[in-house]
């Protein structure tokens, strides 16, 4: 199926309705058709991978057909130029997030790029440093403490950054990285009581809602 087949596809399946709802969860409105993700998995399966298609559907800016682009790219074939280039695109939490964890996770330059995008000024690009932590952490099973300990710091100095979809990110990779083990869940907690002391609203949100969780009795 090519580029303009699957848009026709996506246009036939637009709910106004859907994008009204959206927008009160604070996804963009621009570009958007309304289509359910689990329509656009569908379709992922029915199309397959491709990398090429994936820039395709990519380059239209239409808010479901970047998601779509998320799914059915080849994570090996993912530049580091094209992992900036769709980051500076991010205009909408969602296409952020779906980016991370349906693709950016698991690319070579994965940890490289959540460090690197921890310290960006764009709220969505910082964003998606956080994200794609908070991915890694999930599926990297794997990998070492050791490159999950390098995140503490960034974590830490991002905790002031009182912008909605920042914080709501780095308390999301915090925990995440917590949840993988009982020495990364201690490590957590004290960074999070790092945290704590800081003299900003966000990063007493933050350490709040962490230390809620990690203390929890069904974490690690």
Not at 4 to 33: C, W
Not at 175 to 203: F, M, V, W, Y
Request: glycine share 6%; with cysteine; charged share 25%.
């Amino acid at each position: 199926m090519d580029c303009a087949a699957l848009l026709d596809r996506l246009r036939a399946h637009a709910n106004p309705a859907n994008v009204a709802g959206m927008a009160r969860y604070g996804i963009s409105t621009e570009g958007t058709l309304g289509v359910p993700l689990p329509v656009l998995r569908a379709l992922a399966r029915e199309t397959g991978k491709s990398h090429a298609l994936a820039q395709e559907l990519w380059a239209s800016g239409i808010h479901e057909a970047r998601i779509l682009a998320t799914i059915i790219d080849e994570p090996a074939r993912v530049t580091s130029a094209q992992m900036n280039r769709w980051a500076r695109d991010f205009d909408s939490w969602d296409v952020c997030d779906q980016a991370c964890q349906n693709l950016f996770r698991d690319t070579p330059r994965a940890f490289a790029k959540a460090a690197e995008w921890a310290r960006a000024k764009p709220e969505f690009v910082r964003r998606a440093g956080f994200s794609l932590m908070a991915g890694l952490a999930a599926k990297a099973k794997s990998a070492p403490d050791s490159q999950f300990e390098e995140f503490f710091p960034l974590i830490v100095e991002a905790a002031a950054d009182g912008r909605n979809m920042v914080k709501k990110a780095v308390n999301w990779a915090l925990r995440q990285i917590g949840k993988r083990n009982s020495h990364l869940r201690q490590r957590a907690i004290a960074t999070a009581e790092r945290i704590r002391a800081q003299d900003s609203p966000s990063a007493r949100w933050i350490a709040a809602a962490a230390l809620r969780e990690l203390r929890g009795k069904n974490v690690g």
